[in-house]
Nanobody, 122 residues
Framework: QVQLVESGGGLVQPGGSLRLSCAAS?????????MGWYRQAPGKQRELVAT???????NYFDSMKGRFTISRDNAKNTVYLQMNSLKHEDTAVYYC???????????????WGQGTQVTVSS
């Protein structure tokens, strides 16, 4: 079974930083295309934070450009999110997402982690 495990969330003061990690695991994984991060705040819909392709191409939601940085270690099937200058409005559950193929002839599927809580409060 494919698993995406997030870590690194927690409580931080405004202006602080956190680094999130997400590792994809599963013996049947043939390849991973895009990995990224989404978030969902209470009472709001889930929204894109940032994504990165296997080739290193990244994209960010406009409000997060300049503060958040996505990176990826393909050898470890891991994606990271460095979050700086955190604001109260960044408080949300952050979910790891990956588009991957199970088996050599499998189809591209979308997988989600369980999420990690990020709380920005003074």
């Amino acid at each position: 079974q494919v698993q995406l495990v997030e870590s690194g969330g927690g409580l931080v003061q405004p202006g602080g930083s956190l680094r999130l990690s997400c590792a994809a695991s599963g013996s049947g994984i043939y390849s991973i295309n895009v990995m990224g991060w989404y978030r969902q705040a209470p009472g709001k819909q889930r929204e894109l934070v940032a994504t990165m392709s296997s080739g290193g191409r990244s994209n960010y939601f406009d409000s997060m450009k300049g503060r958040f940085t996505i990176s990826r270690d393909n050898a470890k099937n891991t994606v990271y999110l460095q979050m700086n200058s955190l604001k109260h409005e960044d408080t949300a559950v952050y979910y790891c997402n990956a588009d991957l193929i199970i088996g050599r002839f499998g189809t591209l599927r979308d997988y989600w982690g369980q999420g990690t809580q990020v709380t920005v409060s003074s």
